[in-house]
């Protein structure tokens, strides 16, 4: 077992390990527009899962959860696709990963190529959990952008979705 000293030594030194990297992802620029965004959208991803994490569950999957849940309802794997602006290949194989969790269960849908998707009550219980920690980093970022940035990003973020070429 290691002492005290040492285990703070070592949450520290990985805390250094963390900023370092962080400040060097942000501090660098790129001239691709779309590198720069994924870029910050992978910095803030890492930092949902991290609060997330006690609760087991990434953000993706937290939101997926949640968007079945919205409804109340069993929903279709294409339905949950089409509300959150996905393809489904990409969710029926997040789904899987909630049904392998015991969080979701899938059903055979109207014809036998569909799958209805429902939350267990594991899911439900994950989600409750998931959710205070959900708050607390949607007011980490709130907080760093303040509101007015922050309402901005969201309207720029729409005009980029609606560009085509």
Known sequence: MRSRYARTLLIFSLDICQMRVY???????????????????????????????P???????????????????????T?????LG???STIGRNVHIL???????LSRGSDRREHTVYVTKKGRETVSLANPLWQKAQTAVADTLGSDQLTMLKA????????SI
């Open 23 to 53: 400040t060097y992802i942000m501090k660098r620029t790129f001239p691709c527009h779309c590198t720069t965004l994924r870029y910050a959208a992978q910095t803030l991803t890492e930092v949902y899962d991290r609060v997330l994490a």
């Open 99 to 105: 049904v392998r969790d015991g969080l979701v269960s």
């Open 86 to 88: 996905s393809d489904r």
């Open 79 to 83: 339905d949950l696709a089409q509300k």
């Open 55 to 77: 609760s087991g569950l990434k953000v993706t999957q937290y939101v997926l959860l949640e968007s079945i849940l919205e409804d109340e309802a069993e929903q279709s794997i």
């Open 156 to 163: 720029l973020l729409s005009q980029l979705e609606e560009m």
